[in-house]
């Protein structure tokens, strides 16, 4: 059985992978109405990832006899200056869902709850994937800066990521 505060932290975190999914299919029409289908198409991976995460959260607290309530999602941005300014909101978003999951363990830690612990280090690791493939376009784009065939480049290199649901271990 999970204890109040795990159960109210794992909801909340459900909650910040559901809005992390709107975000990103908020940023691939933004994409689209630009015709980078590329970078469309990687959005829309990272929001399939997202919506995954939350479920992968959902179907936990399932498991441990948790009642999940869902809460309002708010609405996520839609308009950017450019693929760069989008990228570095990309990456300012995934470090505070980063630190949301340090604080999640470091809950879990003080609460003696192993099981949330070990269920959690899948979501460490994931978060370090996320920062560096996110900090690989980030980087590429401000190279990139405003030379056109550089990001239809990079637009083709975005378009071969496909969604694979990972696991469950
Ligand atoms: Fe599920 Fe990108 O954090």
Known sequence: MLKKKILKALTNQIN???????LYLSMESYFHSISLAGFASWMRVQAQEELHHGMRLYDFVNERGGRVFLDTINRPDAKWENPLAVFEQ????EEKVTALINELMDLAGSEQDHATKIFLQWFVSEQVEEEASVGDVLN??????????????????????VFIPPAKE
């Not at 990309?90 to 978003?93: G, I, N, R, S, Y």
């Not at 784009?141 to 083709?156: C, E, K, T, V, Y």
């Open 16 to 22: 910040e992978e559901m809005y992390s999914g709107y």
């Open 140 to 161: 590429k784009l401000r190279l990139i800066q405003n030379d056109s065939s550089g990001l239809f480049m990079l637009d083709a290199e975005l378009a071969k990521r």
């Open 90 to 93: 990309v990456m300012a978003h």
